[in-house]
């Protein structure tokens, strides 16, 4: 007689904090209720959204067209409410 053992599920959460919130930002992301529902091809769908997400933003950034923290620019509501110059301009010395 031959047992087969269930198959894993593609994603788990751990007790971990930093493994469980991954785990359920992943599966928040591919719609799924719970981390275990989460399939192999949910986890490629994610994925690839992500890199979109990080390639547009990099891009944005390039043009200097949204704000760049790592240069000191900040978006307006973050300097108390006003902006002292546009983004593209307002660099730390």
Excluded: F, N
Aim: a negative charge; glycine letters at 6%; aromatic letters at 2%.
């Amino acid at each position: 007689m031959t047992v087969v053992a269930p198959a894993r599920p593609a994603l788990a959460s751990t007790t971990h904090p930093l493994q469980s919130c991954g785990a359920w930002a992943v599966a928040v992301l591919a719609g799924r209720s719970d981390p275990g529902d989460v399939t192999p091809e949910d986890l490629d769908t994610v994925a690839a959204a992500l890199v979109d997400d990080i390639v547009e933003r990099a891009k944005l950034l390039a043009d200097r067209t949204v704000p760049d923290p790592a240069r000191g620019q900040q978006h307006p509501h973050r300097a108390g409410g006003r902006a002292t110059r546009p983004y593209p301009d307002h660099r730390h010395p």
